[in-house]
């Protein structure tokens, strides 16, 4: 048996799996890359707050409060309970359908259906932002605090606030992000390859699918966080 037929030895098997591995990312550009990097690291912190608040709640002794009275909105001389979280979840669920959409039009280069849809994106993302806002400003002047609340549990305050305001700083991040990409879009910025922030290369429309993924994240994060907070 000659040497060019014999079984490869160890470092050699090595060194393929390795080339295997580089060949495997070879079609992924670096930025798209660390955007799936980042989305990891953020889906452990979300993984770590929802499984303490798991944890919180399992463990007290103390009855935790009823969501739907909780987060039920009077209107009138009626109490409907989770009707604006239903809203707000519409809104935002809403919110990844028109950017699916961005997406598809800026891979045709449809610049300003691209810039309207990033737009039309970005104010459901504010108008949620603008809900919660709300939310939190109603059950503060209900008396709920990170320390404390009337209806039960100490711990469902702080959980609450942490959780909703590290969602809630997340979806704030992606508006500001959205109307940046979404002017670089109207401007032509990615077919001219305007020297700047993410447009230093023309046909850099690569940009607004990063910035989706981004906002399909945190879209994703609010439904484990709706089942769990809302629900439950």
């Not at 930025?31 to 799936?36: D, F, L, N, V």
Request: aromatic share 16%; with cysteine.
């Amino acid at each position: 048996m000659s040497s060019a037929e014999s079984p490869p030895t160890r470092r050699q098997r090595l060194s393929d799996e390795w080339g295997a591995d580089r060949q495997a990312f070879t079609g992924a550009s670096w930025r798209k890359a660390m955007m799936w990097i980042f989305l990891l690291s953020d889906t452990f912190v979300f993984g770590c707050f929802l499984v303490g608040y798991m944890t919180v709640r399992m463990s007290t002794m103390v009855p935790w409060p009823n969501p739907s009275e909780v987060f039920s909105l009077e209107i009138g001389h009626a109490k409907l309970p989770l009707l604006l979280i239903a809203i707000m979840t519409f809104v935002l669920i809403s919110s990844s359908g028109t950017m699916a959409m961005a997406v598809a039009y800026g891979y045709r280069r449809d610049r300003r259906t691209t810039a309207l849809l990033m737009g039309v994106t970005a104010l459901l993302g504010a108008t949620f932002v603008g809900m919660q806002a709300f939310e939190w400003t109603k059950l503060i002047r209900e008396g709920v605090r990170p320390w404390s609340n009337p209806w039960g549990a100490h711990q469902f305050g702080s959980t609450f606030f942490m959780i909703t305001g590290f969602h809630g700083t997340h979806v704030t991040i992606g508006v500001i992000v959205l109307l940046i990409i979404a002017r670089k879009v109207w401007r032509g910025d990615f077919d001219t390859g305007r020297r700047g922030f993410f447009t230093s290369q023309r046909g850099r429309y690569e940009n607004v699918e990063i910035v989706g993924l981004y906002w399909h994240f945190v879209d994703l994060v609010w439904v484990f966080i709706f089942a769990l907070f809302y629900l439950w």
